[in-house]
């Protein structure tokens, strides 16, 4: 349960800086929490982290950084990197959708702000979503659904995230100008791919 814990609080994490702008709240958040600060040992030493104040750190360092590689310069989004057109797919053809609606999962394009359901942040959300779901089966010692989810989990990340995910990833890496998002790329490429591997374990004991 407690490894389950910890995948479900990772993978919150990295949708959230991924998804949107950080805010005030999320930012306070991850300086206060040292087990966060634990992932960013380059931002918690970056200087602008300690010596600015809050909304100057969001608005002059952070915020432009988030617009630069989500929408100005890179495309988070999976079908520009697995459609031949290069043309992310909007609507409900978009390969992603059957599975979220097998299990429950709702996107809600207002409040993410993304133009599709395929956004590696919404993608990383349903994982922490079918993460939180295996939790409550474990709870509850439904050892067919924990199996069920976890083989969920691994077909997802193989039939999607590791298709292109790492693409996006690198690219955001050397693209990034804050430590949060050169950090966030590093951790999440390699979250994804030890995650892989940890479920492809637990499916097959």
Known sequence: MEETQARIN??????RILLQELDLETLKLIKKDANILEFFPVLKEWEPFNTLDDKTLL??????????????HLIPYETFYTREDQMVETGGANPVTDM??????MVDFEAARTVSSDHIGVE???????????LKALEENDTEAVKELQ???????NKHLIKWAPMYL????????????????DM???????DNEY???EIAA
């Open 10 to 15: 990772i993978y919150a994490l990295l949708s």
């Open 59 to 72: 608005e002059e360092h952070i915020n432009p950084d988030f617009v630069n590689l989500s929408i100005l």
């Open 100 to 105: 979220y609606s097998a299990y429950d999962f």
């Open 124 to 134: 990383l959300e349903f994982m922490h979503h079918l993460a939180t779901a295996e």
């Open 151 to 157: 083989t969920v989990q691994h077909e997802f990340l």
């Open 170 to 185: 690198i690219n955001m890496k050397y693209e990034s100008r804050t430590p949060l998002y050169y950090e966030t790329a």
């Open 188 to 194: 999440a490429l390699e979250f994804i791919l030890s």
């Open 199 to 201: 479920l492809t374990k």
